[in-house]
């Protein structure tokens, strides 16, 4: 499992490492047709810098050969914020005093409808807070059994779960599990995450693991940028577990993440680095160099311009018109989001804005029906 | 030490050997000496299985220093290399096999289906197994999937001596192992061999090369060179490849970050 790996992987030998590459490495690197763990903590590392126009066009031309102009479009749809862990950068946190949802039925059938209204959405992303006494796997396999008259690929974000329970839900048809693992520092973790389930380290870190054990098809990890001031070695520690995943569930597709914290407007969690929208072209330049055919997604943490210009140079995913609030699209339009929404634009600005680029949104990208032998119903 | 481990045993030379089309047995057993190989295949085919003093056999089986590999040339599918393997084991007292499994006999080219399939049983019943086979990546994740011990791709089909005419596979099975990758038929030249070892391939297995060869001996000393150079030159880590970008300055994709 992933944990006996990052075990021997030293965090402070990794930074100094990070930091003692040079510009012959970054060169080295960027001749390389197959990258390695060595040559992509030189492409994050700050002798990069200067390379980033270059790293852009390899970065570009790497994208275009494995998926060519489009981007994959996705939906989130909170469903609880219902939630028993105690993130301290997180607004469902269990002391944060405010409402608490778990959809119905009813309620998650009445928000599918409505994001169909929206666009041609296929690919939706189910979420939930932690809480399995009042929102177990069976509420989520419901959940996942209402979308598939609306939804062509499932995919679901909630805590990490045993392997028997995502094979079950793979049996409800779901295709796609993301599940960030926020820092991979693991003697930092707790600070972060002090209580509940969310505080043990190596159960998260293993999850993907037991989600490639389950057979699950697609799996989305992802760093929190804010939490450690060594973003680049937190990165890494993803690169490493990239390689680790795709060696050892090799028919599984992947996704990664950097979403970024921006500073707190009220007395919030203050992140402890802010990356600025360089940093992070040159690690998402980094990522795609590193992995060909990783999807690198942005979510609408992003403004609008870098999401448009980076889905030409790396980003293969993208999400549109964003609630980050359980029924944000039908039932409670008001409530408590998550995170900030940066890019507030409607689907079909983004659709527009996205074709203006040379660009083909593609929603549909699975059939049910390759996984009928495996359907409970 | 940079030692190779298969099937439990540790190997420190990365160039195995073929026993076939050597002009006699005299002269293959001082090629193999010559190569300080320690795997040696041979066909089973070839050998009288119930003869002690077999000449094939004696030159290689009295060499403490090299594991005997048995393969199952001739056998047109998995129930007779089965069979065979069975028989191999019991004959010359070792689970290491060689599968190889051709039905053509014109490009003896390696049947897919068969040898996973004889793979799978094989490895349930304790052997050590090491496929030839098809240079294809997927095969190959679901030959070390069924227990395989190593993998073994063609380079170019047996006896053409053409190198790797499957390097992009090659390449991609290298990236993706997570069991030995032994390069196996089509070596023609020192050269192949070294650049198979530098791609990062754990060993290559070369034959004809050596055997119909002007001076075997000499061209078995030159493949145990070229095996040791290459897998130096990947150990070092290769140096850079200037890079080119074509980037141009008047355009640049990244100004609106500025």
């Known amino acids: 499992m992933f944990y006996d790996e990052i075990q021997k992987i030293s965090w402070d030998e990794t930074t100094e490492k990070i930091y003692s590459k040079t510009e012959t490495d970054v060169k080295r690197a960027l001749g390389k047709q197959r990258c390695d763990i060595d040559d992509f903590m030189a492409m994050i590392s700050p002798a990069a810098a200067p390379f980033l126009e270059q790293m852009a066009f390899l970065s570009r031309k790497y994208t275009m050969e494995r998926f060519g102009k489009t981007v994959s479009m996705f939906i989130p749809l909170y469903i609880t914020n219902s939630c028993t862990n105690s993130c301290v950068y997180c607004g469902f946190h269990i002391q944060n005093k405010m409402a608490r949802t778990i959809l119905t039925e009813e309620q998650i059938e009445n928000e599918y409808k409505a994001i169909k209204k929206i666009a041609p959405f296929e690919n939706i992303l189910l979420v939930t807070g932690e809480n399995p006494a009042k929102a177990d796997v069976n509420y989520i396999a419901r959940a996942l059994d209402i979308a598939k008259p609306y939804f062509s690929n499932l995919k679901i974000e909630v805590m990490p779960l045993s392997t028997e329970d995502y094979e079950m839900l793979t049996h409800h048809g779901m295709n796609g599990v993301i599940c960030f693992q926020e820092t991979y520092n693991e003697k930092n973790y707790k600070l972060y995450h002090p209580k509940g389930m969310k505080s043990k380290f190596d159960w998260r870190v293993n999850g993907f693991d037991r989600m490639g054990m389950a057979g699950v098809h697609s799996i989305g990890m992802g760093v929190l940028i804010g939490l450690e001031k060594e973003f680049r070695t937190d990165i890494t520690m993803m690169a490493y577990h990239l390689r680790y995943l795709e060696k050892h569930y090799w028919k599984t597709k992947y996704s990664v993440n950097f979403p970024r914290m921006r500073p707190a407007e009220n007395e919030g969690f203050q992140p402890n680095v802010i990356m600025t929208d360089k940093q992070l072209a040159q690690v998402t330049f980094a990522m795609r160099i590193f992995d060909h055919d990783v999807d690198i997604s942005y979510s609408t943490r992003e403004p609008a311009n870098i999401r448009d210009n980076m889905a030409r140079l790396g980003v293969t995913t993208m999400s549109a018109q964003s609630k980050t609030n359980p029924g944000g699209y039908y039932t409670y339009p008001q409530a408590l989001d998550q995170f900030t929404v940066n890019d507030e634009r409607k689907a079909q600005e983004i659709i527009s804005s996205l074709k203006s680029l040379g660009l083909e949104p593609v929603w549909k990208d699975w059939d049910a029906c390759f996984d009928h032998e495996k359907m409970a119903v | ?258």
């Open chain 2, 1 to 258: 030490m940079d030692n190779l481990i298969i099937g439990g045993k540790e190997f420190s030379s990365r160039l195995f050997l073929g026993t076939g089309k050597f002009s006699d047995n005299r002269l293959m057993a001082e090629a193999i000496k010559a190569s300080e190989s320690q795997m040696v295949t041979v066909a089973m085919k070839r050998v009288e299985l119930h003869d002690e003093s077999d000449d094939l056999l004696n030159n290689i089986v009295k060499d403490k220093t090299i594991q005997l590999l048995p393969n199952t040339s001739g056998v047109r599918n998995a129930e007779e290399a089965i069979f065979a393997a069975q028989m191999s084991r019991e004959a010359f007292g070792t689970n290491f096999l060689k599968l190889e499994i051709h039905p053509d006999p014109r490009y003896l080219l390696p049947d897919t289906v068969e040898t996973l399939k004889a793979t799978e049983e094989l490895v349930k019943q304790g052997f050590v197994v090491l496929p030839y086979c098809q240079a294809d990546p997927v095969l190959c994740k679901q030959l070390s999937e069924a227990g395989a011990a190593a993998v073994m791709p063609l380079g170019a089909p047996i006896g053409t001596n053409r190198g790797l005419r499957t390097v992009d596979f090659l390449k991609i099975i290298i990236e993706e192992a997570t069991v030995p990758v032994v390069v196996d038929a089509g070596i023609g030249a020192p050269s192949h061999a070294a650049w198979a070892m530098e791609l990062g391939a754990s060993a290559c297995l070369v034959n004809t090369a050596i055997a119909v060869a002007n001076d075997p001996v000499k061209m078995a000393i030159a493949f145990k060179k070229a095996v040791q150079a290459g897998r130096e030159a990947f150990l070092a880590g290769l140096g850079e490849v200037s890079f080119d970008s074509k980037a141009s300055a008047s355009s640049p994709l990244t100004s609106f970050l500025n």
